[in-house]
C-alpha cells in the first residue's frame, strides 16, 4: 500500500533564493567577507586526492574540538550543521503528540521539525517592547511539555538570558522533568555560555555551529554537547560519515591558528559598532542587541519595498519582517565588517529617502 506521511502533506516551508553569487548578502546571518583569503588557499593546497576520495576520519577533529571546549570527546557528537543537532534531539527526546516550547519569533526550523514529526510547538511571544521574561516562558511550562528550546542569544530579536535567568528556567525544567535544548548559535557575539550547566547536569544538550562565526556556512558542520547518555541517543541517530573532510579541515585549523578567532569576533563587532552609530546619527529606530544582525525601522519607504531595491538595484540581500513588536515592519540585516555595513548603509540612505 502506497504511504505518504500525514505530517508533511501541509508543511510550510520557506523558499531560500538560491542564486546569490554576485550579492552582498546581508540576508542569513553569514560573514559577508568570510575567512581571510589567505588562509583558504593556504589550507586548500594541503588538500590531496585520497583526502577527497576517502571516507571523513573524526577521532583527530573530536580531539581537537574537545581541548578547545575544555571537555571530554564523550560529551560531543559532532553533526552536519546545529540543524541536525536539533533534528535528531527532537526525535530522541520528544513523542508523537508531544509538547515543545520555544520563544517566538526564533530560528524558523524548530517549529518545521516539531510539525514534521507529529509534535505540538507551543509558542512564547515575545512582548511589545521586544523582550520576554523568564515568568513568560515558565508560564508555558507543565507536565505534558517534553522539551524546551532556548536560542541564547535568539534570532532575530538579539536578546540573551543572564545566568539567573537560565537557572530560574533549568529548575522549572528539572521541576516537570523537561529536557533542555540550549542553541548557541550567536554565543560568540556576545560571549557567554551556558556549557557548565551541561556538563553538571543531565536532560540538558547544547548545539553549537561553524556557519556564523567560523564562518563554514557553506561546508555544513556542527555539533552538540552533553552527558553521554544524551549523546549516544543523538550519535544513534546520525548517518555514518555525517560531516565532511573539508568542514573539519577549516574548522580543526580555525581553532588551531592563534588570534584568528579573536579577529573575526574584533572585526564583526566594530563592523556593528559602526553601523548602529550611523543609523542613530541619522535617525533610524533599530532594536540592535547581541547576535551579529540588527533590526531597522524605515524612515519613508516600507520594508518589502526596500528589499526589493535593494536586490534589484544595489544587488544587496536583505530581510523584512512583520509584527517586531512596537517597531512595526522592519529590515532585518546581518552585521559584518565594516567595508561591508557602508556600502550597505550608503545604499539605504539612498534608497529610503524621506
Known amino acids: 500500500m502506497y504511504y505518504t506521511n500525514p505530517h508533511l502533506i501541509n508543511l510550510e516551508r520557506i523558499g531560500y533564493q538560491n542564486n546569490r553569487k554576485d550579492y552582498l548578502r546581508l540576508d542569513l546571518n553569514e560573514n559577508p567577507g568570510g575567512l581571510p583569503e589567505h588562509f583558504v588557499k593556504e589550507l586548500l593546497s594541503t588538500v590531496t586526492p585520497d583526502f577527497i576520495s576517502q571516507y571523513p576520519e573524526t577521532q583527530e ?159 555544513r558542520l556542527g555539533y552538540v554537547v552533553g552527558q553521554p547518555k544524551e549523546i549516544k541517543m543523538i550519535s544513534n541517530l546520525c548517518t555514518p560519515h555525517n560531516t565532511n573532510a573539508f568542514a573539519m579541515l577549516f574548522a580543526q585549523k580555525i581553532i588551531e591558528t592563534p588570534g584568528l578567532l579573536n579577529k573575526l569576533i574584533d572585526v564583526q563587532l566594530e563592523g556593528k559598532a559602526y553601523i548602529i552609530e550611523e543609523l542613530k546619527r541619522n535617525g533610524y529606530e533599530i532594536n540592535a542587541q547581541e547576535g551579529n544582525f540588527i533590526f531597522i525601522k524605515p524612515r519613508a519607504l516600507d520594508a518589502d519595498l526596500i528589499v526589493e531595491k535593494m536586490k534589484n538595484e544595489k544587488k544587496i540581500l536583505i530581510k523584512s519582517y512583520s509584527g517586531i513588536g512596537k517597531y512595526g515592519k522592519c529590515l532585518r540585516v546581518t552585521t559584518g565588517a565594516m567595508e561591508y555595513m557602508k556600502i550597505f548603509f550608503d545604499a539605504l540612505l539612498e534608497i529610503d529617502r524621506r
Request: proline fraction near 3%.
Open 61 to 219: 577533529f573530536m580531539n581537537t574540538l574537545a581541548s578547545f571546549l575544555e571537555i571530554e570527546d564523550k560529551n560531543i557528537c559532532i553533526t552536519n550543521g546545529s540543524s541536525e543537532a536539533i533534528r535528531h534531539a527532537i526525535e530522541a527526546f520528544t513523542s508523537e503528540g508531544g509538547q515543545i516550547v520555544g520563544v517566538t519569533p526564533s530560528y524558523a526550523m524548530y517549529e518545521v521539525f516539531a510539525k514534521m514529526y507529529g509534535r505540538q510547538f507551543i509558542r512564547v511571544p515575545y512582548r511589545n517592547d521586544l523582550t520576554i521574561s523568564t515568568s513568560d516562558i515558565i508560564s508555558h511550562l507543565n507536565s505534558d511539555v517534553q522539551l524546551l528550546i532556548l536560542l541564547n542569544p535568539n534570532n532575530p530579536i538579539g536578546n540573551a538570558y543572564s545566568n539567573e535567568e537560565f537557572e530560574e528556567l533549568l529548575i522549572a525544567a528539572q521541576k516537570y522533568e523537561i529536557t533542555l535544548l540550549i542553541d548557541e548559535a550567536y554565543m560568540y557575539f556576545y560571549n557567554n555560555t551556558f556549557i557548565k550547566y551541561v556538563m553538571e547536569n543531565e536532560h540538558i544538550l547544547l548545539t553549537r555551529t561553524f556557519s556564523k562565526l567560523f564562518s563554514l556556512g557553506g561546508l
